[in-house]
């Protein structure tokens, strides 16, 4: 058939296999506010539309680069004081790393994509946790690589299955990511379970991604570096502004390629694609190393908070009739999950809980878990008046959903 000016352009195929329900049931909720209706919105883990505050030395940073000039492109791996200010922090760590195996991002989302490409070939498999982070499954969807789930265990606190992962690995396997702390699930693996997981991933030439992007939120303080434990490991790991120190639209972000040889070829690689992106946004790199050597003292109120809300989360949800919750120990995410009904699912009560109450999480399988499962997300970043508030709804709404 020959194409005319008229005829409609196709997407192209790899986007049916891309999701990302995060963003996607926003649409849903759209519907729901054009009916007049408030949607409270539990769906994004961005700590500024909650009212935390970007910490000011960090925003003078950004615009006093601007006002110096810095607003060309940098270097592709970034500015040379952010790679050294990252470098000396994975040192101050126990991550022994120099500055030119670190690389300045657009958020820890860029890194993760980079490497991935870098690393990852058109059918080659990637273990995912279960449930996951969903850019992992939409990045490799659109490199044509298919990731395998491993099980992480609700009844062990959402930790992974050893066994399970020891079952999904197949020749093509290349990388093993690992999201520790956790989100969805808020879980903080106990450093017993992370030496297993180095053990696995070296036993077996598989890469390490290791997505600290909630590091330094532990309710009990920072979470050490997974590449401190095992420096000579095959360890990328990845973190940025824009938890922990609050600037999530900035999208700066740094990776650190791990110290041993093995990963010389990756490391090239990844700065070879890191050339044909140009740069991370200029100004903001500079914040990268206000955040690295300034003050941090935000983070411990920062900290404070989440513990509060992450401790009435619980407590809410594990009170509610058919309801349960495993007690998050880091970041501003739960995983509670409802006693479906017969031939329910977990979006289900998502799309019923937005349309009778105008509150909006996320369904389980948005992540990777079976849709039958019952489970849902929940940000838990709004005070605690408001969560009280929210969580009380969720309760009646739960109530006629599972009784229905
Ligand atoms: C586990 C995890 N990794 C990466 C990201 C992306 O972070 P960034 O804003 O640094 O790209 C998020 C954002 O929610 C996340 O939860």
Redesign the pocket.
Known sequence: MTSTASSAIRAAARVGRFSYAIRQVVAEAKKVEATGRTVRYLNI?DPNAFGFVTPPHLVEAVVKAMRDGHNGYTASAGIASAREAAAADFVARGVPVTADRVLIT?????G?ELALTAIVDEGDDVLVPSPT?P?YTAVLAKIGANPVYYRTDPSQGWLPDLDHMADAVTPRTRALVL?DP??PTGAVYPEAVRRQLVAFAEARGLVLLA?E??GDLGFDGAVPALAAMAPDAAIIS?S????AYLA?GW?A?WMAVGATPRLDEALAAIKKLADGRLCSPGPMQYAVTAALTGDRSHQVAFRAALRERAALTTARFNAMPGMNVVAPKAAFYAMPQVALPEGRTDQDFVLGLLRAKGILCVHGSGFGLPAEGGYFRVVFLASPAELASIYDDVADYAQEFTQA
């Open positions: 883990g657009s958020g820890t989302s860029e993760i982070y850019l999201i956790n989100n997505d992007v909630y990845y940025s502004l824009s938890k999530p999208r972000g």
